[in-house]
């Protein structure tokens, strides 16, 4: 199976190593984690390298308790000349327990070339809108 280009699903386990001094997963563990799901989404998009440009939001709906398995999508929801939004959510997963979003948040992207320099997104990927 497949995934559609621009996005990434990914599957991680909450360890005591990623947790706080509560045993739920470290704020910062969980951006980290939605910075890569946004990165991996975006460069698969760009078919070239990416940076993170901003993260306009971040929500950190409820605890993850360690042992949690966390998974988390992302998608690129919109493409400009060379900037992509990427949209990132998790949820935690536990033994009889129903799967629940912990995380959300939004990133902007920015395709670059070999010396960092922001470059343009083939056509073929931009939004109709975006286009000028």
């Known amino acids: 199976m497949t995934t ?3 996005t990434v699903e990914t599957r991680k386990l909450v360890l005591p190593v990623s ?3 509560h045993g739920t997963l470290f704020a910062g563990q969980g951006l980290q984690l939605m910075a890569q799901a946004a990165f991996l989404a975006a460069r698969g998009l760009a078919q070239r390298e990416v940076v993170m440009a ?3 939001g971040v929500d950190f709906l409820a605890p993850v ?3 949690s398995q966390l998974t988390l999508r992302a998608w690129v929801s919109r493409v400009g000349r060379s900037s ?3 949209c990132v959510t998790a949820l935690a997963d536990q033994p009889d327990i129903p799967p629940e979003e912990v995380l959300k948040g939004l990133f902007e992207m ?3 070339d ?4 922001p470059v343009a997104i083939e056509c073929s990927y931009r939004n109709q809108e975006t286009q000028r």
């Open 4 to 6: 559609p280009i621009g």
């Open 19 to 21: 947790a706080n001094h």
């Open 54 to 56: 901003s993260v306009t």
């Open 65 to 67: 308790p360690v042992g």
């Open 84 to 86: 992509m939004t990427v």
């Open 110 to 112: 920015v395709a670059v």
């Open 114 to 117: 070999a010396a960092g320099r």
